[in-house]
């Protein structure tokens, strides 16, 4: 079977779960394709889910959330991995991508014959007024908690905004610093998938450390006050702090796809048959950035986990090799979250 692969230029445009895994597991099939990874941030592949106890000490070696680097994906796969390469239009007409060298701050094309779109998905920063302090925070990536740890040096205190998973992390790992953060949450529980008895013993837990939770509460507005800012609450209440971490969940970066005219699926991640195919027959996607189907009810969902976003990648490698031979069923989305 092997031998009757045609070598192709493979661009994927994203790292992290679903590019480089895709990126792997291409190479692991064939050693004639030539394959270009594009990572628009310094880091084409790092543990996400460690960046929170990071910031507390828990893991305490940096480099230990770097899984690969572009040395060591040339050196084992033969990849051509270019970090700081900002794609900034695809034309699937005739196959071809813009980049952006960030670091040169120079514009160049590539060819391509299949393209794997792995983009992730972005924070979302609703339009509050005073929201593009420099003293509000969101935590997706490496260069994002390396800013939050470097303002944890100046500032003892911290508000949270938003009670999911990244929330809670963030906030048990201030609390582990030694910090005092209050975390405010829209709804009257934190963890808004499992019931409100489940939610009871987290909220027990993070009053017994010392985690203050502002429930059914919501944020209006910030506004820099010098070395503070003071968060503005929908009950008229207000809060200084010295930093505030966004988190409040996360929407799929699709702007790429929109522009090269791929279709967007009802939840408004990017659309993909089971194949991983996007309407683009020569254009594939995975990860953050797509809509999957809900592995039981059948409904079109957003499951932002790396471990689905590995299997996708995994996938589509096949897919792209061998042609369409193998369906994604699905996703479950289940997670697990360490609290204290």
Known sequence: MLSQIVSMKIIIIGGVAGGATAATRLRRMSEQNEIIILEKGPYVSFANCGLPYHISGTIDKRDALLLQTPESLKERYNLDTRVLSEVLSIDATNKIVKIKNLKMNEVYEESYDKLLLSPGAEPIRPPFEGIDSNKIFTLR?????????????????????????????????????????????????????????????????????????????????????????EVFLNNGNSIKTEAVILAIGVKPETKLAKDAGLAIGETGGILTNTYMQTSNPDIYAVGDAIEVSHYIHGKKVLIPLAWPANRQGRLVADNITFGNRYEYKGSLGSSILKFF
């Not at 260069?143 to 009670?163: H, L, Q, S």
């Not at 017994?208 to 429930?215: A, I, M, Q, R």
């Open 141 to 229: 990536n490496i260069p994002d908690m390396d800013k939050i740890i470097e303002r944890t040096k100046e500032a003892n205190d911290f508000v949270v905004v938003g009670g999911g998973f990244i929330g809670l992390e963030v906030a048990e790992n201030l609390i582990e610093k030694g910090k005092k953060v209050r975390l405010i949450e829209l709804g009257n529980q934190v963890m808004a998938p499992i019931d409100f008895d489940m939610a009871s013993f987290i909220h027990l837990k993070a009053k017994e450390k010392g985690l203050e939770l502002l429930l059914n509460v919501g944020v209006q507005k910030f506004q820099d006050k010098e070395n503070q800012i």
